[in-house]
């Protein structure tokens, strides 16, 4: 019988995490905080990569990006969807006020942890900022 290794462990462990949070947003039936939702991400991802930043070294990811197809394919697919992601955020954190080439640039260096930070500020910003339903 093979044995699972702690990095299949791992893999498993974000794939569960991901089908849960995906569906929580699918079925939620109230609006989320969406903020509180980012931030925790936030953390939780910022954690794991400064563990693996300290264990790995600071550019371990560009071996794992360049040693075959798939670790180009991986690496073309996270520049396509952060891209994507800013052209969608970008102009509402501009209407909120937030100073966009600062998140920008964080994204670029650290990929998902610069967008998480960016989003969760982006939605308090929206959430406390918004005209009140009263008038």
């Known amino acids: 019988m093979p044995s699972i290794t702690s990095y299949e462990i791992l893999f498993l462990a974000g794939a569960a995490a991901a089908l849960l949070v995906i569906a929580t947003i699918a079925l939620a039936k109230r609006p989320l905080d969406h903020a509180a939702l980012a931030a925790a991400l936030l953390g939780g991802f910022g954690g ?11 550019i371990g990811f560009v071996e794992n990006h360049s040693v075959n197809l798939w670790g180009v394919q991986v690496w073309y697919d996270l520049i396509i969807a952060l891209s994507v992601a800013l052209v969608f955020v970008a102009p509402r954190a501009r ?7 600062l998140y920008v640039l964080a994204t670029g260096l650290t990929g998902s942890i610069g967008l998480l930070a960016m989003v969760a ?3 308090w910003l929206e959430r406390t900022t918004a005209p009140s339903a009263a008038g």
């Not at 794991?48 to 600071?58: D, I, K, L």
């Not at 209407?95 to 080439?101: E, L, N, T, Y």
């Open 48 to 58: 794991y990569s400064a563990v693996t930043v300290w264990a790995e070294g600071p």
């Open 95 to 101: 209407a909120v006020g937030m100073r966009v080439p």
């Open 121 to 123: 500020r982006l939605f």
